[in-house]
């Protein structure tokens, strides 16, 4: 009777060896690794299964092994791959799929910004042709304070950020608009418990936008993603319903740049 074929045993050793990779990188955070038994126990295979996989992931550095306890860590390697991956992200270009894709979903203006304190420039905008097309442009700057996208990203930046804006100015361009810091602060955190931040009528008089954050490597936020429209078409009841979506959204791009998200889209009541 014939063995299985070359390419199905090498096809299940690679399968076997980034298991390996997924189990230590699962398992990082505790500091200590993981040894070889409990890498043979987890995986299901025997110790010399294990040792077999992970000496060539130790030749590429994708692993190391602690010389006196034995354990597994990611190894110089893992770094050296993750950063390559970073360095050909383009925010734009990763955006793009769910900017087109939530732009189908709710028949409104979608736009991508980056935070350059203390205002956020539009990097993107994917327009719905069919609606009124919004005054943004590419390439233009807002103040943070009174957008729902400078609002979504300052919810989850530093206090200093904060304080920036704030010393920048908070004049009013709208009835609607924020302009004490004291209350600024109360919206910030409204907007951390539920995933996403407001525009109502505060940047423009017709105007209401829902936003969220995208967080990139390291969990650092530096950008967000909104819908926009008339307050006719968005209304008071819409934007609970479009809040957890765009939330949504917002993960999956922070996902695609190796951030992750510390909140989860709240429900259409969160306040």
């Given at each position: 009777?014939?063995?299985?074929?070359?390419?199905?045993?090498?096809?299940?050793?690679?399968?076997?060896?980034?298991?390996?990779?997924?189990?230590?990188?699962?398992h990082g955070?505790?500091?200590?690794?993981?040894t070889l038994?409990?890498?043979?126990?987890?995986?299901?295979?025997?110790?010399?299964?294990?040792?077999?996989?992970?000496?060539?992931?130790?030749?590429?550095?994708?692993?190391?092994?602690?010389?006196?306890?034995?354990?597994?860590?990611?190894?110089?390697?893992?770094?050296?791959?993750?950063?390559?991956?970073?360095?050909?992200?383009?925010?734009?270009?990763?955006?793009?799929?769910?900017?087109?894709?939530?732009?189908?979903?709710?028949?409104?203006?979608?736009?991508l910004v980056?935070?350059?304190?203390?205002?956020?420039?539009?990097?993107?905008?994917?327009?719905?042709?069919?609606?009124?097309?919004?005054?943004?442009?590419?390439?233009?700057?807002?103040?943070?304070?009174?957008?729902?996208?400078?609002?979504?990203?300052?919810?989850?930046?530093?206090?200093?950020?904060?304080?920036?804006?704030?010393?920048?100015?908070?004049?009013?361009?709208?009835?609607?608009?924020?302009?004490?810091?004291?209350?600024?602060?109360?919206?910030?955190?409204?907007?951390?418990?539920?995933?996403?931040?407001?525009?109502?009528?505060?940047?423009?008089?017709?105007?209401?936008?829902?936003?969220?954050?995208?967080?990139?490597?390291?969990?650092?936020?530096?950008?967000?993603?909104?819908?926009?429209?008339?307050?006719?078409?968005?209304?008071?009841?819409?934007?609970?319903?479009?809040?957890?979506?765009?939330?949504?959204?917002?993960?999956?791009?922070?996902?695609?740049?190796?951030?992750?998200?510390?909140?989860?889209?709240?429900?259409?009541?969160?306040?």
């Open positions: 009777m014939n063995g299985p074929a070359p390419g199905r045993n090498q096809s299940l050793s690679l399968r076997r060896a980034l298991a390996v990779l997924d189990r230590v990188r699962d955070g505790t500091g200590h690794g993981l038994t409990r890498l043979a126990e987890d995986l299901g295979v025997s110790k010399s299964t294990v040792l077999r996989l992970t000496t060539p992931l130790i030749e590429a550095r994708l692993l190391e092994r602690d010389r006196r306890t034995g354990a597994y860590r990611l190894g110089h390697g893992a770094l050296v791959l993750g950063q390559a991956y970073l360095a050909t992200l383009d925010l734009r270009t990763v955006a793009a799929e769910e900017s087109h894709r939530l732009m189908t979903e709710v028949r409104e203006t979608v736009h980056v935070y350059d304190p203390p205002d956020v420039v539009y990097l993107d905008k994917v327009e719905n042709t069919a609606t009124v097309r919004m005054a943004s442009r590419v390439g233009s700057r807002t103040p943070a304070y009174r957008t729902a996208v400078g609002k979504a990203i300052l919810a989850w930046r530093p206090e200093d950020d904060l304080r920036e804006v704030v010393a920048a100015g908070m004049p009013a361009v709208t009835r609607h608009t924020i302009t004490d810091a004291a209350r600024l602060r109360v919206e910030l955190a409204r907007i951390r418990r539920r995933g996403y931040a407001v525009d109502d009528r505060e940047n423009e008089p017709e105007v209401r936008c829902v936003a969220a954050p995208i967080f990139g490597h390291g969990d650092v936020v530096g950008a967000a993603i909104s819908v926009s429209g008339l307050s006719s078409r968005i209304t008071a009841a819409r934007v609970r319903h479009l809040g957890p979506l765009v939330a949504e959204a917002a993960s999956r791009v922070s996902r695609k740049l190796g951030g992750e998200p510390p909140v989860r889209p709240a429900g259409p009541h969160a306040r």
